[in-house]
């Protein structure tokens, strides 16, 4: 009984918990009251019989309002802080995006959808995108130079991207995009547009100009591939387009793009060494 009337959700299971607890507490009271008349004030209660129950909950339901209101609002407090709970379980604090966890959860969800509309389209694209030197940007210009940089590669990607595409920090300067539906061609003009955007002239950070730029690669998130080998395919690419040069869009079978060919046979160290 105590953990369902503390089981809030909504601001409606508040109200109706808070009527539930009014309702007990008035109706323990007046029982109780009446028993009291009966053993201690026999005569009083044979004098208003039944009139005990209505006189003890009228007087209970008068009383228990400001218990009854500190309830509630301790209620709307518990949904308040459930709410941020849930927020920061699934958040980058710094730049607003979806996590890790968040983004994985929701690609897998959309590729597992089966809707008869979506049987003959493809299930959408992965790119992963990693911002290049940002070790020297910390070094030369400081940690929150850093999260700055961070932070305006995320806007970028955001204003870059469809409402219902997700987008989402993955750990340190590496971010994740999911393109909805999109084929090889669109996926590759997204991605570029992400690139250009961030490189397009030099950003301010701590006061001074500095330039940016990211790396970027992309896969079709085919039916037949699971999402962690199309996490593995866009992580080779993404690799394969530090090797060549930083600042640069790999998108496997893209228009105009050749494929990057012996990148599968690199360790992965030297992968993520490449990225700094």
């Known amino acids: 009984m105590v953990r369902y009337l503390l089981q809030f959700k909504t601001k409606t299971d508040v109200a109706v918990r808070t009527v539930i607890l009014t309702l007990v507490i008035a109706l323990l009271a007046a029982v109780a009251t009446e028993q009291s008349y009966r053993f201690f004030l026999p005569e009083y209660h044979a004098l208003i019989g039944g009139k005990a129950y209505v006189i003890a909950f009228s007087l209970a339901m008068l009383l228990g309002v400001p218990i009854i209101g ?37 690609v897998s969800h959309r590729r597992a959808q089966d809707l008869p509309e979506l049987v003959m389209r493809n299930r959408g694209a992965l790119l992963i995108v990693d911002a290049d030197f940002f070790k020297g940007i910390n070094d ?44 090889e061609r669109t996926a590759f003009e997204v991605a570029e547009r992400i690139r250009t955007t961030i490189c397009a002239k030099p950003v301010a950070l701590m006061g001074k ?8 690669g992309g896969t079709e998130a085919l039916r037949s591939q699971s999402l962690s080998d199309c996490m593995r395919n866009a992580d080779i690419l993404l690799y394969a387009a530090k090797q060549a040069g930083r600042n640069k869009t790999l998108f496997a079978g893209a228009a105009g793009v050749a494929p990057f060919v012996n990148v599968t046979t690199v360790d ?3 992968r993520i060494n490449a990225r700094a």
């Open 209 to 216: 100009k500095v330039d940016l730029s990211v790396s970027i």
């Open 140 to 183: 030369e210009h400081g940690h929150q130079a850093g999260d700055e940089a961070l932070i305006f590669i995320a806007d970028a990607m955001r204003k870059s991207v469809r409402d219902d595409d997700a987008v989402a920090r993955l750990g340190g300067e590496e971010f994740g995009v999911f393109l909805h539906e999109a084929d």
């Open 268 to 270: 992965r160290r030297e």
């Open 70 to 106: 500190v309830f509630f609002s301790a209620g709307l407090e518990i949904i308040h802080l459930n709410s941020k709970l849930e927020l920061l379980a699934q958040e980058d604090s710094l730049t607003g995006l979806m996590n890790r966890r968040k983004f994985l959860e929701i």
